[in-house]
């Protein structure tokens, strides 16, 4: 209701006053305005239309709309759209007609130089082309070559010339958003002789031109750099491997980027002694001396002055330690033991006692057993008793299934298996008869987002290759061949940032595999790349 109120009054302010103004200071506004707009953190917003929005539509000339595709503005102009950021660039082309004498620049109009072109068949032009930033003006006497390059402002002058127009003499140039030149020609038109252009350079902004037998003349071209299109680049995003770069008033240009992905960053690096290495994959290695970096300087000691407490360090601070016995209790200070002989001491009055063998009884000693073939022994007059062969019962183990067999007390066979004979045992039997578990799980691994391994098995190791891909590189003979079985983890996110998060892996070898992880968006764009921690496990059947 509010809404339909303030459309009411605005209506009737309309029809009443006949001029409108909205936003600050809205009692002030130019007595030419119909409609004014202030404000100093607010802005108009122009209406808004994909493509095929505009083209469905025929509005009045001066009509405006922002372009969504095009990301710029554009005007109605008789009976079409005109863009208002692709409006005067400067792809123009200079050519010159030999017949009529007609100079004509590319949507920038025409000069007739018919009056300044002798009857003197070495006086006419036959041609001027520009190669590079080099002019090159031929006539029957030869080319002249003039170089522009101090005027290649690339990229700075969205500008067209309107008109080009001879009075007298007098040559008058105009150009779009600019002020007229004019340039007297009147040195030109000796119609004497056959005379060449002998030279021509460029000082500063001043063109000087030289003729055979005449005076050189001077062109001041500082009017044509007005320097008007600061462009900025106002965002470059990569979608797979494409990178998109966009202008400010421009249209985007794309580079694939898909030959710079050669994937040889294979380097480890260590350091022996003072040289440090870059192991580079299959290309030589880079080393570097650190032996200048060490200065070997710290070399301190550390000595007291004789006061109590006192500690000091040689190129280095001085402390205070309070090693004074405050309590002056000398019943609680700290004790050692010592021993001489049978005696043991205990420091600071503590006594001595003896750890001789008091009852002096020879029978209640320590003692302790040994084995000599058949026979077991008891120390200290303890005796020996042998044991019959016939109580020994002799293992006998076939190494190829197992089993081991064994003759017992009573004379009877008897088998042991190590290896359980049911279906779907996992265990086998080892090379030497023993329970033998290979287990499908060849790898497992923790890593961080920065490539760092946070916990892996033994030969593992980790190659960030870009953000968000990593290379996880297994040691030879690791699997068997290169369909192993991947599995691969990332931690949750809780439905913030990177909220639909994917992980993925490609290029398996049996040396190595590659891992991506990225924001999938929920299905609404490609996959963003991001670096995160993950997991892995490789099985191996």
Known sequence: MKKVTLLILLLINLSVFSQVKIGNNPSQINANSLLELESSNKV?????????????????????????????????????????????????????????????????????????VNNDTNELLTSATLTGTDLNLTDAGGTTTIDLSSLNNSGTDNQNLTSATITGNVLTIAIENGNPVTVDLSAYLDNTDNQNLTSASITGNVLTIAIENGNPVTVDLSAYLDNTDNQNLTSATI????????????????????????????QTIGLTGNTLTLANGTGS??????????????????????????????????????????????????????????????????????????????????????ISGNDITLSNGGGTVTVPSSVITNLNQNTTNGVITYTNE??????????????????????????????????????AGNGNILKATSGITITRISKGRYRVNLPSGM?????????????????????????????????????????NDNGGSDRTRFDSEFMFTILDL
Do not use: H
Request: with cysteine; hydrophobic share 30%; proline share 2%.
């Open 410 to 447: 009573n004379s009877t066979n008897q088998t042991a298996n190590v290896v359980s004979t049911n279906a779907n045992n996992s265990i086998s039997v080892g090379t030497d008869g023993g329970a033998f578990y290979k287990s499908p799980i060849k790898a497992i691994g923790k890593i």
């Open 239 to 266: 979608t797979g491997n494409v990178l998109t770069i966009a202008i400010e008033n421009g249209n985007p240009v794309t580079v694939d980027l898909s030959s710079y992905l050669d994937n040889t960053d294979a």
């Open 285 to 370: 290695d880079t080393t570097a001396d650190l032996s200048s970096y060490l200065d070997n300087t710290d070399a301190q000691d550390i000595s007291t002055d004789g006061t109590s407490g006192n500690i000091s360090i040689a190129n280095g601070s001085t402390i205070s330690l309070n090693v004074n016995d405050s309590d002056s209790d000398s019943t609680n200070e700290l004790q050692s033991l010592t021993q001489s002989g049978t005696n043991v001491t205990l420091s600071n009055g503590g006594g001595t006692i003896s750890v001789v063998d008091n009852d002096n009884n020879s029978s209640n000693e320590l003692q302790t057993l040994s």
């Open 44 to 116: 108009f917003v122009l209406n808004k239309m994909t493509t095929s929005n505009m083209n469905a539509i025929q509005p009045l000339d001066g009509a405006m709309v922002f372009n969504t595709d095009d990301k710029c503005i554009f005007i109605y102009e008789g009976s079409s759209w005109k863009s208002l950021c692709n409006s005067g660039t400067d792809n123009q082309n200079l050519t010159f007609n030999n017949t009529s004498n007609i100079l004509t620049l590319e949507n920038g109009g025409t000069v007739d130089l018919s009056s300044y």
């Open 479 to 519: 699997v068997s061949d290169a369909n192993y079985i991947i599995q691969l983890s990332q931690p949750g996110r809780g439905g913030a940032g990177a909220d639909d998060p994917g992980i993925s892996y490609n290029n398996q070898t049996t040396t190595s595999f590659e891992i991506i992880v990225g924001d």
